[in-house]
């Protein structure tokens, strides 16, 4: 495959479950991208996929969506957001569901993981030629705010990289990618509301006015980004992969039948795209379906 074509992944919470079937059927066909930019949920995604370990991210967002050790309101009295990154970057990774770090750290992609920075309000971009921040960097992309806690990491005090750079295909442009193939997370014609948490967010962050603006006007930035998006898909520079109206869940969806059929309809559309993907990168069209060995849960 040619060099210059990067895999932009968006975020979205339990929304990312489309992402993962798309990208288990990308699996499935040995297709791999040179570079691989994902935000929050995104980036989550792509390291199960870049470990070549299919099916991973469904199982655990699937199988642990009800455990109060993963999503739990409660985490919130205690100074702790939602999710326990902990324990899906510690007990998760490390015994539950082992994520293969030999096979990382092995990889010829580069990963690139978009943060945001409360003091600036900028996205601070991390990749994996630094294996030892990847984690950490994966874990403050996908640490929402309001309801996520900050992490350190070089010097930087960072949250939700979907902040400064929800859907983050200028990056990948700017690095030289020539052709963009984007997984987005919610249907045509989607546009986010204007953020509506002003005051609760200067409450939580009352140091860090720069993070509030960029909250203020993150509905701007997304909404340009999408119609930007839609400009590169007309001119044929851009191939989106996007659900339809009705395979949508919440941002924090629990029901394991939503979650399930949602990523069946991220593998399905994996399928039905293949072929047209593949004409468009204009690469060789023969499948070549890599042997998976099972993942022991």
């Given amino acids: 495959m040619q060099q210059d074509i990067g895999l932009v992944l968006e975020g979205g919470g339990m929304r990312g479950v489309y992402t993962s079937g798309v990208l288990d059927s990308f699996m499935e066909q040995n297709l791999f991208f040179p570079y691989v930019i994902g935000v929050s949920a ?12 299919k099916d991973r991210s469904r199982y655990i967002n699937v199988n642990f969506a009800n455990d109060p050790r993963y999503m739990n309101y409660k985490n919130l009295l205690k100074g702790e957001g ?8 510690n007990d998760i990774a490390n015994d539950l569901v082992p994520f293969d770090y030999q096979t ?6 580069q ?24 984690m950490t960097a994966v874990q403050a ?29 200028k990056k990948s442009i700017e690095d030289g990618n020539k052709k963009q193939v984007i997984i987005l997370t919610r249907p045509k014609g989607y546009r986010k509301k204007r953020f509506r948490a ?16 960029a909250l203020d006007k993150r509905h ?51 399928q039905s795209h293949a072929q047209a993907l593949k004409n468009w990168l204009e690469i ?3 499948l070549y379906v890599l042997n998976y060995s099972p993942l022991n849960f």
Avoid at 82 to 89: A, T, V, W
Avoid at 104 to 109: G, L, Q
Avoid at 198 to 213: E, F, G, N, S, V
């Fill in 42 to 53: 995104g980036a989550c995604n792509a390291l199960s996929y870049l470990s070549r370990q």
């Fill in 111 to 134: 990963l690139v993981i978009p943060t945001t920075d409360c003091l600036t309000g900028q996205a601070v971009y991390f990749d994996n030629y630094h294996s030892e921040q990847v």
């Fill in 284 to 286: 060789e069209s023969e």
């Fill in 198 to 213: 002003r005051l609760t967010a200067r409450m939580i962050y009352p140091k860090y006015k720069k993070l509030i603006q």
């Fill in 141 to 169: 992309s996908s640490s929402l705010p309001l309801v996520g806690k900050s992490v350190e990491l070089a010097g930087h005090t960072l949250l939700d990289g979907g902040i400064a750079d929800p859907v983050p295909v």
């Fill in 104 to 109: 990382f750290e092995s990889i010829s992609e």
């Fill in 82 to 89: 939602i999710f326990n990154m902990n324990f899906l970057f």
């Fill in 220 to 270: 701007h930035i997304y909404n340009e980004t999408l119609a930007f998006i839609e400009r590169l898909e007309k001119e044929g520079k851009a191939y989106v992969i996007r659900p339809s109206a009705n395979e949508q869940v919440k941002r924090t969806e629990t029901d394991p039948e939503k979650l399930n059929a949602l990523h069946q309809a991220g593998y399905q559309a994996g």
